[in-house]
Every structure is written in C-alpha cells, then in structure tokens.
C-alpha cells in the first residue's frame, strides 16, 4: 500500500501556509513539551545525501566510542590502565553509586539510545557532546509522521523514531519520567501510545518489572521517591534498568580521554584506526580543567599556557572557546552551566574559569574549542500575520540512534534552527524545530 492511498492528506496540501497549519493541527491536547512552543516550518529541514550517510555512519562509531569507554573505566579500577582514569570519571559521585556501577551484573551494559549535538560548519560537522538520556525522542517522532503524512521523504523513515525505540527494549517497558524532566513528559505519553508502554511518575516505581527507561539523570536520585528500591531491583536482575546506572558514561569529558596522546594505544586497538581518526575529526579538541599544578617545565597542550588561569588574559579571538561542567550536576543539561568565551566580557569569562577551577574536585568542568556554525536561510510560518518569514539561522541536528543487538540504527534527525544571533543552539521559543529530509 503506498502512503498517497493510506493517507488522505497526501497530495492535497501543498501550499507552504496550509502544510504548516495542518502540522500544528496535529499537535496533540495539551502540546508535546509542557508549557514550550516553538516555530513551524512548512517543510523538513534538507540535508545533503553525503551529510545523511555520514551520518547514518555515525551511530555505529558512536556505540563503539561507549564500549570502548565503558571497557576504559573498567580496565582503570582493575589496575590494567592508569588509575587517574577512573578518579576522574568518579569525581563528585556518591560512594554507593559508584560501587553498584561497577557491579559485575552490569559490565557490558550500554546507553540504547545515543544522541549527538551535530553543528554544521562551512566545510565539516562536528559533535559538541552525547547524551544517553535525550530529550526529544517523541518530539522527533510526532514530527516526522506528521510532516510524512504530508509527502515528505523523511530522514530515518516517518515512523523510525517509533520503530527504533519499540525494538531497542524487550517488553513490557515502563518510562519513568522525574519532576526534574516534567517538560518531556507530554512527548514521552504521546509516544507510549505509539509504542504501547506505560509512562510512569517516579512514586509509581514500586510497581514496575520488565525494561524500565529511566528518564531522569542520576545526580537526581535523591529526589527520586522509590530510587533505592530500584537500584536494588536492578542489582539483583528483576528490572532491566536503561540507561544502565553508570555515571562515567554521562560524563562530557570523555571526548578529552579521546585526544589524549598516552591513551592512543588504547584507542586504536579497541577503535581501530579509522572510527579513532573519524571521531577525532568531528569531536572538538576537549581539556579536564584540572587545578594540579604542573611541574615547571611543562604547558597545557594546544594553549601553550602553564596555569589555567592564564587564559583570563587571553585576547577575544584566543577566547573561541567553551567552558562547561562535564556531567553530575543539575546544570550539566538543558545548555546550562556553559561559558562561551568570546561572549562574555573579560572579567565574567576570569570568574567562570576560577568557578570551573574552584568545583573540579565535587562537578569538574572540559573546556572545547569553539567552532563557528554555518548560516543557513530558514522559514516558519507567522500565524497571527498568515506569512511565511525568513530569517538568517544557525541549525544544531540532533540524530537519535537505537541500539539493537550489536548495532546503533538511525531512527531519526531532529533539527533545531536557532536565529543567527543565538551563540548556544538549543530548543527556544524563537526557534524552528523539524525533522530532516533529502535535499
């Protein structure tokens, strides 16, 4: 059966104004994001062919670039690499959920959802972190069946985001959804009816059995009602918990274990030359801001500077950089706690690298290159006005790939078009959320 005969809507609306306002039609009561709204573009956002492969390439890079971090972390506590390794990863974490991480039960556990920040450049893409617990996924879905209903070829198939999650769980599967991440429980009930799971309020934890999708990071727990009961279930395999409760795998600073020089052995025999050179080239060059001295002879690599601090005195150009926190922290998601350099006036850019510096020990902070994102012409529709407007953008593409057996499949692109003013690329009211499509 083809779309065109399934789907009345196939064909009849073409005009931009029209297709816009039967996407938000579409939108279920209540929305998909409790209290967001964002523009509506008339079609997809297009992507080049080469930009799809390679993206669709990405995934398996990307469940390789875990397992080899996963088995990095492991071969840290286990004395067979150095032990700095997983001092770092531990920093700021409860003794008891480092212990129930390392539990044997879990070892080979794995995120099933992977979720790159792609920003596109003039020449090149380029990967600003991952996420293991996104945001977005019923979003993607609601998006690319609705604009699919339309006609339009979609990136990752209409329904894929739908498919991809239902085939990455063994049923029964139950969502549990924090306070902290109320924002996406409208997407993620919009997508338990797709997929037929239950989204579930963290009180109702004692219910649950089967696969549980934990929706809410780990620095949460404490506020988590049930949370110890859960673990414990997990621990003692009655619940299969995803992500699996590993905090060293929600870490940003892995990207800067990447560039490491004494770890390129490590990379290349569990990488393989080829993913190892693939990452390097679309993961930005990543520093832990470590407050160690270092011995008088010695300069962090790349900056050419002996103590952090010395980048306060850095001029606006060599300020191109990005201070986050690395992970564990109510303030490493959502593009918060994020310092752009050359966006900030000299003094508040000093206090951000001695906050960075004074937290390493409880939330340590990377620090990224900034790299300059490319202007794209986007339209969306002005439903008090009835016009299309057009207006300059910088987009951030958001894939979602699903785990399955030994593979990271694509199920779908998001692509968030921010106005070109917008140094941080995140989901805002001022913003154009679409899927992808070929150009």
């Known amino acids: 059966m083809t779309l065109a005969s399934r789907n009345p809507i196939f064909g009849s609306v073409t005009a931009p104004l029209e297709r816009a306002q039967y996407v938000r039609d579409q939108l279920p009561a209540g929305g998909l994001f409790a209290g967001e709204t964002w523009r509506i573009a008339p079609t ?53 959920l480092i212990e129930l991480s390392r539990r044997d039960r879990f070892k080979a556990q794995l995120p099933r959802v992977i979720r790159p920040d792609v920003i596109l450049s ?59 991440a109320a924002t996406y429980r409208p997407e993620m009930e919009w997508l338990g009816r797709q997929c037929d799971f239950r989204v579930m309020r963290p ?52 990207f800067a274990f990447l560039w490491l020089e004494q770890l390129r052995p490590f990379w290349r025999e569990h990488l393989g030359e080829t993913t190892l050179a693939n990452l390097r080239r679309v993961m930005p060059y990543t520093w832990i801001v470590d407050p160690t001295p270092l011995p008088p002879h010695a300069a962090i690599p790349e900056l050419g500077i002996h103590y952090w601090r010395d980048m306060a005195k850095f001029s606006q150009k060599q300020r191109e950089l990005v201070l986050k926190i690395s992970g564990f922290h109510e303030h490493a998601w959502g593009s918060r706690g994020v310092y752009v350099g050359h966006d900030l006036p000299a003094t508040e850019w000093a206090a951000a690298i001695d906050r960075a510096l004074e937290s390493f020990v409880t939330h340590p902070f990377i620090l990224q290159r900034f790299e300059k994102s490319k202007l794209f012409p986007q ?15 910088r987009v951030r593409l958001c894939p979602y790939y699903f785990v399955t057996g030994e593979t990271a499949k694509l199920g779908g692109i998001l692509a968030t078009v921010c106005p070109a003013d917008k140094k941080i690329l995140h989901g805002m009211t001022d913003a154009v959320l679409a899927p992808c499509r070929p150009a």
């Open 44 to 96: 997809p956002f297009p992507l080049s062919a080469s930009l799809i492969a390679s993206l669709e390439a990405l995934g398996p890079q990307l469940l390789a670039f875990y397992r080899a971090c996963n088995l990095m972390y492991r071969h840290s506590v286990a004395g067979k690499l150095p032990a700095w390794i997983a001092a770092y990863l531990d920093a700021g974490k409860p003794k008891e």
């Open 122 to 180: 003039n020449d090149h893409f380029f990967i600003t972190e991952l996420d293991s617990v996104p945001g977005g996924i019923g979003l993607t879905g609601w998006l690319g069946k609705t604009y699919g209903e339309l006609g339009d070829e979609i990136v990752g198939r209409a329904h894929g985001m739908m498919e991809g999650f239902d085939a990455a769980f063994e049923k029964p599967v139950a969502v549990i959804v924090s306070d902290e």
């Open 203 to 254: 009180e109702e934890i004692s219910t649950v059995r089967g696969t549980v999708y934990r929706f809410f990071e780990l620095f949460d727990l404490p506020n988590i009602p049930h949370a110890p009961a859960l673990l414990d279930a997990a621990a003692r395999g009655e619940v299969a918990l995803t992500p699996p409760v590993k905090p060293q795998l929600e870490e940003k600073m892995l």
């Open 379 to 393: 339209t969306y529709v002005d439903f008090e006005k009835n016009e299309l407007i057009e207006f300059p953008a």
